[in-house]
């Protein structure tokens, strides 16, 4: 069955940086695109970027661009997500989530998510 | 952007309701919305996709309805295990969003 694990997260200090992974099993990773979806403190979800299947094209929230890079390594079956400058306002549980097999636009599947605390 | 609006907000009902949330585009998506349930502590999952079709494994007592604007989750009847949020969101492009959420309790 399809496995996500999230892990890097932690807490760091406003205008650092911090890579989360995502350790992906369970499918042909190289086969679907990825997301990766935050979740703010008692909020609701919010969308940050995607990577289609070969890496080719990425797109990014506005609330992230410049600061955060979503990349992919097929051979390791790993999903990362670069954050740099990071704020206060990022401060949530980051989660992977798999395309749908039908839509890149949907999320089959998801991860339990790691949380990111920017605070001084 | 779409935005998307959800409602109600929350909804209380018993074991055996019916409950209907609806979701409102703020343009036309076809029928390129998908439904998630979140429990707490717990990640998304997904419910149904494409407005209407239902993932494998998810109970049959959910369903899904809508095009254009305007879209419909039905929980036919209510078990306490459906306890949780639900979240909408467009599947029509980037960037994608999702409505603010609706939380179901059981009374």
């Known amino acids: 069955q399809v496995q996500l694990v999230e892990s890097g997260g932690g807490v760091v200090q406003p205008g650092r940086s911090l890579r989360l992974s995502c350790a992906a099993s369970?499918?042909?990773?190289?086969?679907?695109?990825m997301h990766w979806v935050r979740q703010a403190p008692g909020k609701g979800l919010e969308w940050v970027a995607v990577?289609?299947?070969?890496?080719?094209?990425?797109y990014y929230a506005d609330s992230v661009k410049g600061r955060f890079t979503i990349s992919r390594d097929n051979s390791k079956n790993t999903l990362y997500l670069q954050m740099n400058s990071l704020r206060a306002e990022d401060t949530a549980v980051y989660y992977c989530?798999?395309?749908?097999?039908?839509?890149?636009?949907?999320?089959?599947?998801w991860g339990q998510g790691t949380l990111v605390t920017v605070s001084s | 952007d779409i935005q998307l609006t959800q409602s109600p907000s929350s909804v209380s009902a018993s074991v055996g309701d019916r409950v209907s949330i609806t979701c409102r585009a703020s343009?036309?998506?076809?029928?390129?919305l998908a439904w998630y349930q979140q429990k707490p502590g717990e990640a998304p999952k997904l419910l149904i996709y494409?407005?209407?079709s239902l993932q494998s494994g998810v109970p049959s007592r959910f369903s899904g309805s809508g095009s254009g604007t305007d879209f419909t989750l039905t929980i036919s009847s209510l078990q306490p295990e459906d306890s949780a949020s639900y979240y909408c969101?467009?599947?029509?492009?980037?960037?994608?969003?999702f409505g603010g959420g609706t939380k179901v309790e059981i009374k």
């Open positions: 989530a798999k395309v749908h097999s039908g839509s890149w636009y949907t999320l089959s599947d």
């Open positions: 369970g499918f042909p990773f190289i086969g679907y695109g």
């Open positions: 990577i289609l299947y070969d890496g080719s094209n990425k």
């Open positions: 343009q036309g998506i076809s029928s390129w």
């Open positions: 494409a407005a209407s």
């Open positions: 969101q467009q599947a029509d492009s980037f960037p994608l969003t």
